[in-house]
């Protein structure tokens, strides 16, 4: 054999050889697939978009080699079940708003919403550069759980009521839908607050049973039919100014992925984060017109209203005080809030102002 065959051959050999040792892990990889539990009805706008797209992301990104089985509430475990039913191990993951779960610590309200807390850009910006995601991790160790923030539904509306709300004592004795720390603020105004699963609200609202509820925003509102029952919308809220959702994995199953498994997870929650909340700030604002169409009557809540929401949320946040753990997340999210504030008031915040001022609109 002369030179030039010898150097064709043996680039031949090595390259199949390279070929084979660079396929084998893809052929010796088995398709796993997590089992995901959430709190969101099929078809519901904002939240479950959120958890299905999770799990095209997941899909893709992985090659399919990772695939996630999503359960809707009911399907496994009910809608307010999924913490526990993944902290035991009897599903891998969930998908769902952590503020629902405040009774098993107070923190896990910094992981969806607290009242007067941060917009969705303030939330991610704690999350991922101020110390948020390394907090979650901490938190979610007392109950065997890796933390993953995949969502956000932008600000929330203030709610939906059957009546106008001139006061602060308007909330004395109504009955009223609103989860996490924000509850316990309007309970502090003598309303009679309910944490009613999504799927149930509609047949609340509408039998009476409630007298108003807050959900998300004008898209996933108007999806849910609320403006057949009641025709009093508060564009603005004081407690969910930016609301994450989480897909929390359980401890033991995180533990035992891949590396290219857990970074696909991460990955993919991210990307869950920007492309739903991106698709649901482009859609609220045509889906208020519509509401508006209906007859719903769009209003701001007075400023004696919004002082009295202020005065009761700094009593609620200062009773979590004696924890320590809620102690340091509040400490850490009120740091990175105060940083991002200073430069966003005078860039976006001003900019948008004067655009106002100059254009109108």
Known sequence: MDRRSFLRASSVGAGAAAAS???????????????MVTSWPRGFAVLDDAAQYLV????????????????????????????DAVSSGQADMYHSADYYFIGQHPGYAYFTAVPFGGTAQEVTNWYYHGGGEALHDELGMIFNLKGLSAGNSGSQSGGWFRNEIRSAEDFNGLKFRMPGLGGQVLGKLGASVQNIPGGELYQALSSGALDGLEWVG?????????????????????H???????????????????????????YASMAVTHFQLAETLA????????????????????????DAFGAASAEVMDENMGDELFAKIRTSFEESLANSASWIQKSDGYYVEQRVRVLGG
């Open 283 to 306: 859609n609220n604002g045509a889906a208020l017109s519509r509401l508006q169409a209906q007859g719903v009557k769009t209003l701001q809540f007075p400023d004696d209203v919004w």
């Open 21 to 35: 040792t660079l396929a084998t892990p893809l052929v010796a990889q088995s398709t796993r697939t997590l089992t």
């Open 218 to 238: 004008p898209m996933a509102d108007e999806r849910a039919g609320f403006q057949e029952v009641a025709k009093v919308y508060y564009t603005a809220g004081f």
């Open 56 to 83: 095209q992301f997941v899909g893709e990104m992985s090659g399919g080699s990772l695939q996630i089985d999503l359960k809707a509430p009911g399907e496994l475990v009910g809608a307010f079940e999924v913490f």
């Open 240 to 266: 969910e100014p930016g609301s994450a959702l989480s897909a929390n994995v359980n401890l033991d199953v995180w533990n035992e992925l891949s590396d290219q498994h857990k970074a696909v997870l991460r």
